[in-house]
């Protein structure tokens, strides 16, 4: 009998976020109430944000525009399938994991109710990859390579956000599709084989258009980005 | 051209260069779908291993067809390039304007 992951290798096939109805009962109940605090702790932050600095309204639905954007983009990989970036660098450095949280869960709940791309029952899974996992894990990287300077630590913060929501999603595979034999660290390894191969080169364009942005606001929007602690004074680059 | 223009056209072209790579070396050869959509195709391959295992939810609204589906996905990046677009926009003109308040401040 053929398992779940020799069918996922030879198709090739990448699973971005779990599809509706794909994850047990059980498990779509845990990863819901692991995400649900995240989400709370960033709708009351957004809200804070909102109301100590209304200016970044703009600055916020763009970050949450870019994930929209990126999360569309279907671009092939070396492995011969098609995945898409996640978008979540951006807005976790420039305010934070919790808000990016917010607004990553909102473009999965579009992507869940008009695309059928992920799902209801799989949200809570899906935003816990995608919306906090990534986000944390980036802006981790972030701050640890900041000191090499904006641009580096922005490549490293968005490389290292989309890169996770993969992992995050191979061990939720692999919890709920344990290999037959070799049980979950079998799976985890199967699954992450193929999604690590297809997702770097996408996390490299993903960190390049992150730093893309970040350039253009450097120019364009640098007392923003100096207000939210992004960039420092002396860092200014004169447009 | 300036500097900082050029920087940013390259990044685009390395980009650009990562998608179409994988194409132009026939990475989908051999494959019944190359560069299928992942996530459906998951499904499919869950349950045609795991036939014991019952998708226990379907989605409330499907979309009818493929063209139907990339015609949502293009309104959501239409959507989010719209919304990033006016924003550059503001800011750029928001930064143009104070360069002339300047400008013109130091005339006097």
Not at chain 2, 9 to 38: C, N, S, T, W
Request: proline share 6%; charged share 15%; with cysteine.
């Amino acid at each position: 009998m053929t398992t779940v992951h020799e069918v996922l290798e030879r198709s090739g096939v990448t699973p971005v976020h779990i599809a509706e109805g794909y994850l047990p009962v059980t498990h779509a109940v845990a990863w819901s109430a692991a995400a649900a605090p995240f989400i709370v702790h960033g709708v009351i932050r957004l809200n804070r944000q909102i109301q100590a600095a209304p200016e970044d309204k703009l600055l916020l639905g763009a970050s949450g525009a870019f994930c929209f954007v990126l999360s569309a983009l279907k671009i092939p990989s070396v492995t011969g399938s098609c995945s898409h970036p996640t978008g979540t660098g951006l807005g976790a450095i420039l305010f934070r994991p919790p808000i990016m949280t917010v607004l990553g869960t909102i473009t999965l709940l579009f992507q869940a109710l008009l695309l059928a791309h992920g799902g209801l029952t799989t949200l809570g899974a899906n935003a816990f990859s995608m919306a906090v996992a990534g986000p944390w894990a980036g802006y981790a990287a972030y701050l640890l390579t900041r000191r090499l300077g904006l641009l580096p630590a922005v490549f490293a913060g968005a490389f290292v956000a989309d890169l996770t929501t993969y992992c995050v999603t191979s061990v939720q595979l692999a919890l709920a599709f344990p290999d037959a034999e070799s049980g979950f660290t079998g799976a985890l390894a199967k699954f992450g084989g193929i999604f690590a191969v297809t997702q770097i080169p996408l996390a490299v364009s993903e960190g390049l258009l992150t730093v893309l942005v970040v350039r253009l606001l450097r120019t364009s929007a640098a007392a923003d980005l100096i207000r939210l602690g992004v960039l420092r004074k002396r860092e200014e680059v004169p447009a | 051209m300036k500097r900082g223009t050029v920087v940013n056209l390259l990044i685009v072209l390395v980009v650009v260069a990562l998608a179409v790579a994988p194409l132009a070396m026939g990475a989908g050869d051999g494959k019944e779908e190359p560069f299928a959509g992942a996530d459906g195709q998951a499904e499919t391959a869950i349950t045609e291993n795991d036939p014991g295992y019952e998708p226990w939810f379907a989605p409330l609204y499907e979309p009818p067809s493929g063209e139907i589906e990339s015609a949502l996905f293009a309104l959501q990046a239409a959507l989010g390039a719209g919304v990033l677009g006016y924003y550059f926009g503001v800011v750029r003109t928001r930064r143009r304007l104070a360069a002339e308040v300047t400008a013109r401040q130091g005339d006097d």
